[in-house]
């Protein structure tokens, strides 16, 4: 990356894409919606579960122009998923702003381990133990999922619900490998703690991107 690259990158005008791709939203309130997916590299939380590793190291995914993504994915489709990686690590000014200027809802799926940036319609916190979210944010999300990938993962649901206002919806979400063991402690939860809601990974039943 050069010094005009790396001007750029951090006034958000251009941003390290991994991919980007129409298709149905696969988890939590907005199962099965039609989405354009906005797929940034770059991320430092680590998650050793984590499905999209290749994700993690920002070098290795193009520099495009914020404006050109924000208007190829405005073609196909007015509801927005900003994802990753970690897109709070950009700057998303610009390109939440043109997405808006486009007709567009923004969504996002974060750990919230990043300040907040851009203008963002739907907020989903996804947070996990190697990095916290900012204390902004609990109370801007709109839902928490939770994945979990073993018992201890039920209290550290609970302590994050508690930082969430009460408008927010709550998910709690087997990580994929752990699916057959978990859903059912996820169930017997749920059913003890109607607050929550299930999340399932409908895309990959569906094997959609």
Not at 11 to 37: D, I, R, S, W
Not at 48 to 59: I, L
Not at 100 to 125: F, N, R
Request: charged share 25%.
């Amino acid at each position: 990356m050069n010094k005009e690259q790396d001007i750029l990158l951090k006034e958000g005008k251009m941003l390290p894409v991994m991919e980007h791709f129409y298709t149905l939203q696969g988890e939590g309130a907005h199962t099965g919606k039609a989405a354009y997916f906005i797929r940034l590299g770059g991320c430092d939380v680590g998650c050793h579960w984590c499905d999209v590793k290749e994700s993690w190291d920002p070098e290795l995914h193009p520099l495009m122009n914020t404006t050109e993504i924000a208007e190829t994915a405005a073609k196909h489709c007015k509801t927005i998923v900003l994802t990753g990686g970690e897109p709070l690590m950009w700057n998303l000014d610009i390109l939440t702003s043109k997405l808006k200027e486009l007709g567009c809802t923004v969504h996002i799926e974060t750990s919230g381990a990043y300040p907040m940036s851009g203008q963002l319609d739907w907020i989903t916190l996804s947070p996990k133990k190697t990095g916290l979210p900012k204390e902004e944010i609990y109370q801007k999300a709109n839902e928490l999922k939770v994945i979990i990938f073993n018992n201890h993962d039920f209290a550290f649901a609970e302590e994050q619900a508690a930082k969430v206002s009460e408008n927010c919806k709550l998910y709690l979400q087997s990580e994929w490998s752990k699916r057959n063991d978990m859903y059912p402690k996820i169930t017997d939860f749920i059913l003890e703690h109607p607050e929550w809601q299930a999340s399932v990974q409908t895309h990959k039943y569906l094997n959609i991107p």
